[in-house]
């Protein structure tokens, strides 16, 4: 009779182990390999973390808009691979295929550093637009009829930043600078009860083809609204007076034209 016992899980790992000794024992060049690149891995590792830090650092930094700061950075990386590379004890052809990982690594966060400078400028030059549009919005409210002197005083602001954007981008901040003043400029109308200058303004197609369509339906309809309104109350004021002057028995003199007939 045969009997067959079954390996424990500790017995088969034992033997894996034992068979992996055996094996390095066999084939030392192996075991040479296999610690080049554990030590690869600490060290790329090590580098990633301290590179996603420092990009974190320029990111959150208010200087990421100057070029001297991705230039410093990438320069700081560069200082962290040259140690990484002196601590590599492997050899020759080890150390040539860390040194190829930690370029390309760095060269993944240089991008990603120039992305987040190009995104910094890029909100910094639309909040100057924003706030040039406002305040010239302002003055449209305040002279409707001067709309036309107002674009051309936007596209001299947005003529001085010019050669920091794309032709695209310039053509896309002209078209939204327009339009943002207009709309601002009728909206702070309604809001003000001036519906005749603003209906003006989304009448003349010289001003109102530069705004948004719907944002342009909407306030034409809040005109309308304001215009039926004020008619009303103008209706209903001379309805008080009829009424007034039908009481008294008189007509009402220029002081009672004033008075607040209920």
Not at 15 to 33: E, M, Q, T
Not at 37 to 44: A, G, K
Not at 83 to 102: C, I, K, M, P, Y
Not at 143 to 163: R, V
Request: proline letters at 2%; hydrophobic letters at 40%.
């Amino acid at each position: 009779f045969f009997f067959f016992k079954q390996k424990t899980a500790y017995e088969i790992i034992a033997g894996d182990w034992s068979s992996d000794v055996c094996s390095s024992d066999l084939f030392p060049s192996h075991d040479r390999r296999r610690v080049d690149v554990l030590d690869r891995v600490r060290l790329y590792t090590a580098i990633d973390q301290e590179a996603q830090s420092m990009l974190d650092t320029v990111i959150s930094s208010g200087d990421v808009l100057k070029k001297d700061t991705i230039t410093g950075f990438e320069q700081s990386l560069r200082q962290k691979v040259g140690e990484a590379l002196n601590q590599h004890a492997g050899t020759a052809s080890s150390r040539a295929e860390l040194q190829a990982q930690l370029e390309n690594q760095i060269g993944q966060y240089v991008k990603s550093a120039n992305a987040a400078q190009i995104k910094a400028q890029h909100t910094m030059l639309g909040n100057m637009v924003e706030q040039t549009s406002n305040k010239l919005a302002m003055q449209a409210v305040f002279a409707p009829d001067k709309m036309q002197d107002i674009f051309a005083e936007y596209d001299s602001e947005l003529g001085k930043i010019k050669d920091a954007l794309s032709p695209q981008m310039y053509q896309s901040y002209s078209q939204a600078g327009r339009a943002k003043i207009a709309q601002n400029a009728v909206t702070s109308m309604l809001q003000n009860g001036n519906w005749q200058e603003a209906q003006k303004i989304l009448a003349d197609p010289t001003i109102s083809s530069y705004m948004d369509p719907n944002a342009a339906r909407k306030l034409s309809i809040d005109a309308r609204v304001d215009e039926a309104k004020a008619g009303q109350a103008v209706q209903a004021q001379m309805q008080n007076r009829t009424k007034w002057s039908a009481l008294l028995g008189r007509n009402l003199t220029a002081e009672d034209q004033y008075r607040d007939w209920e």
